[in-house]
């Protein structure tokens, strides 16, 4: 938060603290004066049998008030520029964070590229060497091609530029077909499709919400230390609602954590051992893709290393028909800083 403690007195917390006090002890000395003032001039009339309305003003209890409300507004006023103050805070902290990781997350693929290409220029290498380091290349590229993909994801998603068009489509062959089409993105997680035995029908961007599996099933992938990990995938009608449910045998989600994972340039810190990497937006596109077409997302973990849950809550059949021109007025709510 760049601030300089050594100067508690200039924090902005101190400040904020002292105006408030300042104000309501001028407010309280005011009112506590006034009265004062009166009792001493009405003992005054008494003893000189002056007429009360040559000394009160006919308005007393309307200044009071009004005074009272001035300095409400005013306080007001200082609590509502300290919110602004700390939200720009943290975004601040959370820009400056995302850079500094993200950066990170660049340089160290781009590094391993280059070591390797320097063991190919000057290292005569057997076939079996050349195919390995082969491997340890294409995994760093496909890193690099995650992290640039989430940038220009996000950017498109925030500049409008997938268009408003739907297509009622069912959404477990749709799910189905995608993690058919990308097994080999999952090779090393057997991902199952519960079959729930109907068709789900729904408006659907279908761009967006293949990212949004795409997010969803990288993270339950890239956050496992299971030597078998999986991903069940499984749909069921929830009260006047349906429900996609993402479980998987991952790390898990602390309780703190939960709350704050869909927040854009957020990510959690060390999770039972593993440092968590990425570029903090995986799971704020997720959410950003189920506010625009109407639906909502949540996380649940029982705790670290006892995995997490991802649910899609989607209205009814008969509720969930989105009209296009209303679709990308959502955005603008959804995707905001």
């Known amino acids: 938060m760049m601030q300089n403690t050594s100067r508690w007195y200039l924090h902005p917390v101190f400040i904020f603290a002292c105006s408030i006090i300042s104000l309501a002890t001028a407010l309280v000395l005011t009112i506590y004066w006034y009265m004062e003032i ?3 001039l009405e003992v005054i009339i008494k003893k000189f049998h002056i007429d009360p309305g040559q000394i009160f003003p006919s308005r007393t209890g309307m200044t009071i008030l009004v005074l ?9 006023g200082i609590l509502l520029a300290f919110i602004y103050y700390q939200r720009t805070v943290r975004l601040f902290t959370l820009q400056h964070n995302f850079i500094y990781n993200f950066t990170h ?3 160290t693929p781009v590094t391993s590229l280059k070591i390797y290409l320097e063991t190919f220029l000057r290292h005569p290498l057997e076939p079996e060497d050349i195919r390995k380091y082969s491997k340890y290349m294409l995994s760093d590229v496909g890193r ?4 640039i993909n989430s940038i220009l994801n996000l950017a498109r998603i925030e500049s409008r530029s997938y268009g408003a068009e739907l297509t009622r489509e ?3 062959d749709l799910v189905e077909n995608f993690c058919k089409s990308h ?3 999952f090779h090393q997680c057997r991902i199952t499709v519960h079959d729930p035995g109907k068709a789900y029908i729904y408006p659907v961007n279908i761009l967006l919400f293949e990212m949004l599996l795409m997010n969803i099933l990288s993270n ?3 956050y496992n230390e299971s030597k078998h990990p999986r991903v069940d995938i499984s749909f069921r009608p929830c009260r006047q609602r349906i429900c996609i449910d993402f479980s998987d045998n991952g790390i898990g989600i602390e309780k703190s954590e939960i709350k704050k994972i869909f927040r854009k340039f957020y990510q959690a810190g060390n999770v039972n051992g593993v440092d968590v990497k990425g570029s903090g937006l995986g799971l704020y596109l997720v959410f950003s893709i189920a506010r625009i077409h109407g639906w909502k997302v949540t996380a649940t973990s029982e705790g670290s290393g006892k995995g997490s849950v991802f649910t899609l809550f989607l209205p009814r059949e008969e ?3 989105i009209h296009g021109k209303n679709l990308w007025k959502m955005v603008k709510k959804s995707v905001s800083w």
Not at 68 to 76: D, E, F, I
């Open 105 to 107: 997350e660049l340089k």
């Open 144 to 147: 690099l091609i995650d992290n």
């Open 220 to 222: 339950a992938v890239k």
């Open 183 to 185: 097994g080999s993105l």
């Open 68 to 76: 009272t409300l001035l300095v409400t507004v005013v306080l007001a």
């Open 170 to 172: 069912d959404l477990v």
């Open 38 to 40: 009166t009792a001493a």
């Open 319 to 321: 509720t969930g028909d």
